[in-house]
């Protein structure tokens, strides 16, 4: 069965299934050929020099005002970078054409980056300058209508609200901040088509996608004993096992609310083999937060059916497990065993339950 079908292949599913009208069907394929008439219009390698042309445009912008000797002037440089992203995002909202798209994106990246740096250096004082950046990510996220500009803004806040939050709090709050991060992600997901009928749909998907991305690279960072625990020793931080232990039980949610959805009852056989299988991952990996995390990632990426999602996941998954390998302070034996012991967990999850619920996958015609 394919991951995602296409349109077509719904419309042709429904039609044959009695559930579309006959007088819709010629109207959908109308407007399907319509839609991809204008999105082939250009070649993609037009669209490529386009962008180029409008990055080189933004820098030799920048370039101006460093040979104009405004560097030097920080407080000039900050306002000048705030009214840059007020203009790329009047700029933004006006236009269209691949050219103006990235010539604005560019200009309000470059102005975001300017204020914030400015006005850090002005105060001398690296909160000011996160506390700036969560403001701008914030007010960009709302107004700018773009999803590239939206996944980078939600990846500022997160960042930049982390970054406060382990320095004004410690690094429990970090951790704290990060269950919150992944919560909303799970959250995000599960009910990602229903949030996308209501007003803020448009951000449903790029804030959950740079949630997905985001959050497993911190706590791979975190897992780095030579860069985490350097930056983390003056603060306390919650013990692995606490992290691993919160981001399994959204893992398990996740995993019974897919369970509803595909019609399984969660406390039968089948959801006791799923939980079964989370749970032991878990206590095979305590010492690694990001594993679980990466096979929630799996378990909402084949839900929503999404190639985006499952590729994170996999990458996430084999970068936590090496990490797994080449860090526990165990033996080479226990963590070949640990390694091997969660393969061996999912391929008899699979096996179990092909077996005792046998559903022949159907292709989509």
């Avoid at 002037?73 to 691949?98: D, F």
């Avoid at 990490?323 to 393969?343: H, N, P, Q, R």
């Amino acid at each position: 069965m394919a991951l995602r079908p296409s349109l077509q292949d719904v419309l042709s599913t429904l039609q044959a299934e009695g559930q579309l009208a006959p007088d819709v069907l010629e109207p959908a394929r109308a407007a399907l050929e319509v839609h991809q008439r204008r999105s082939s219009a250009m070649p993609w390698f037009v669209k490529a020099f386009a962008g180029a042309g409008a990055w080189l445009a933004a820098l030799f912008v920048l370039s101006f005002f460093a040979c104009a000797g405004l560097w030097d002037e920080q407080v000039v440089m900050g306002i000048l970078g705030l009214g840059l992203c007020a203009g790329a995002t009047l700029l933004r909202r006006a236009l269209r054409g691949v050219f103006m798209e990235q010539l604005a994106l560019a200009l309000c990246l470059a102005g975001a980056t300017m204020a914030v740096l400015s006005f850090s250096i002005e105060t001398e004082s690296e909160n000011v300058g996160a506390a700036l950046a969560l403001v701008i990510s914030g007010v960009l996220l709302l107004v700018y209508p773009d999803a590239i500009l939206r996944f980078l803004s939600t990846l500022g806040m997160v960042g930049s609200a982390g970054f406060l939050a382990w320095r004004l709090v410690g690094g429990v709050a970090l951790d704290l901040w990060l269950l919150g991060c992944a919560a909303l992600m799970h959250v995000l997901l599960l009910e990602q088509a229903r949030l996308r009928r209501g007003a803020a749909g448009e951000l449903v998907g790029p804030v959950a996608f740079a949630l997905a991305c985001g959050i497993p690279g911190v706590l791979l960072a975190r897992g780095m004993q030579d860069m985490a625990r350097h930056l983390l020793e003056m603060t306390s931080a919650l013990p692995d096992s606490v992290l691993t232990l919160g981001l399994t039980a959204l893992t398990l949610y996740t995993a019974w609310r897919v369970l509803r959805a595909l019609s399984l009852e969660p406390t039968g056989v089948a959801g006791a083999a799923v939980f079964a299988a989370l749970t032991l991952v878990a206590v095979l990996t305590p010492h690694t937060p990001a594993v679980i995390t990466a096979v929630g990632m799996l378990v909402l990426g084949f839900h929503r059916r999404s190639s985006v999602l499952l590729g994170l996941a996999v990458a996430y998954l084999l970068a936590s497990g090496g990490w797994y390998y080449y860090d526990l302070g165990l033996t080479l034996m226990a963590k070949a065993l640990a390694l091997m012991g969660s393969g061996l967990v999912f391929l008899g999850l699979r096996l179990f339950l092909l077996r005792r619920f046998p559903a022949p996958a159907t292709e989509v015609r």
